[in-house]
């Protein structure tokens, strides 16, 4: 992997937009405030950077654990610049949103815990090489829910 940085950025960073930027490149639709908001906490986002622009990232949502009735988080977005995949950045970012979630969750007042990450994807094996697990439940074609414990 070449020289870039992971850091945690939130809505007053300037990395922020240009993330959000990123999302919109691959997923027209994104907006952090249509996840972000004052009402729900979520992990901070992690931004990569290489010569101080932003290459990519991964974001969270709030969305109803699988065969359950509560909200948990998940990995709502990774993305990495085209030009700088094949690197391992997009596993770094799982591997760090991972290691976020034990003090996410100490740091949360609800009772409603739990020790699972989960993620919707259509690249099943870059999760499954990083140790997660397939959840059997109804997807769209070539799609997959996976989880990992923490």
């Known amino acids: 992997m070449q020289k870039v940085i992971f850091r945690n950025c939130d809505e007053s960073s300037p990395c922020w937009s240009e993330l959000e930027g990123l999302f919109q490149s691959e997923w027209s639709d994104f907006k952090f405030k249509d996840t972000y908001k004052d ?10 950077l290489r010569d101080n622009v932003v290459i990519g990232g991964l974001a969270y949502s709030h969305f109803q654990e699988p065969h359950q009735v509560r909200d948990v988080v998940w990995i709502n977005a990774v993305f990495v610049d085209p030009v700088w995949r094949g690197q391992g950045i997009a596993s770094e970012l799982i591997k760090r ?17 739990t020790s699972k990450l989960y993620a919707y994807t259509n690249i099943a094996p870059l999760y499954l090489s990083l140790g997660w697990s397939i959840v059997e439940i109804e997807t769209e074609p070539n799609h997959h829910v996976v989880s990992v414990s923490f």
């Open 97 to 113: 949103a991972v290691e976020q979630m034990p003090d996410y969750y100490r740091s949360q007042p609800s009772k409603d815990s």
């Open 39 to 48: 009402s729900v906490q979520l992990p901070s986002v992690i931004t990569v």
